[in-house]
C-alpha cells in the first residue's frame, strides 16, 4: 500500500521559512514525478512545485509564478522523500499543503495527473 506522509507544517510569521517534507512508502518513486499542492480556505486546489529525476544530480523542476524565487522543491531519492524548502512567506500562501506522486516521469500542474496524494499538512502564515 502506498502512502505519502507529510510533516514540517506549522504557524510562521510572514517573512519566516518552513520546509516540508513528504516521506514516501510502500514503492519507490526515484523515476517518478512528485510534486506539492496546496488548497486555501474556500478555494480549489492549486499547483505549487513539481519535480523529476533524470540522471545523476539532474532534475527538471516547475514552480508556479507565485513562488518563484521563494520556494525551492527536491527529493532524496535514497529516502524516497521529496522537500518543499519555503522562504519568505507571506499570509497569501496559508493553505492545506499536499504532497503528490506520479507513476511516471514527466512533471506536470495537473492534480488529476497524480496518483498518489497525502494527506495534507496545514500552513498558516501571520502578518
Known amino acids: 500500500q502506498v502512502q505519502l506522509v507529510e510533516s514540517g507544517g506549522g504557524l510562521v510569521q510572514a517573512g519566516g521559512s518552513l520546509r516540508l517534507s513528504c516521506a514516501a512508502s510502500g514503492r519507490t518513486f526515484s523515476r517518478d514525478a512528485m510534486g506539492w499542492f496546496r488548497q486555501a480556505p474556500g478555494k480549489e486546489r492549486d499547483f505549487v512545485a513539481a519535480i523529476t529525476w533524470i540522471g545523476t544530480n539532474t532534475y527538471i523542476k516547475d514552480y508556479t509564478d507565485s513562488v518563484k524565487g521563494r520556494f525551492t522543491i527536491s527529493r532524496d531519492n535514497v529516502k524516497n522523500t521529496v522537500y518543499l524548502q519555503m522562504n519568505s512567506l507571506k499570509p497569501e500562501d496559508t493553505a492545506v499543503y499536499f504532497c503528490?506522486?506520479?507513476?511516471?516521469?514527466?512533471?506536470?500542474?495537473?492534480?488529476?495527473?497524480?496518483?498518489?496524494w497525502g494527506q495534507g499538512t496545514q500552513v498558516t502564515v501571520s502578518s
Open positions: 503528490a506522486a506520479r507513476s511516471v516521469a514527466p512533471v506536470t500542474r495537473r492534480g488529476s495527473e497524480y496518483d498518489y
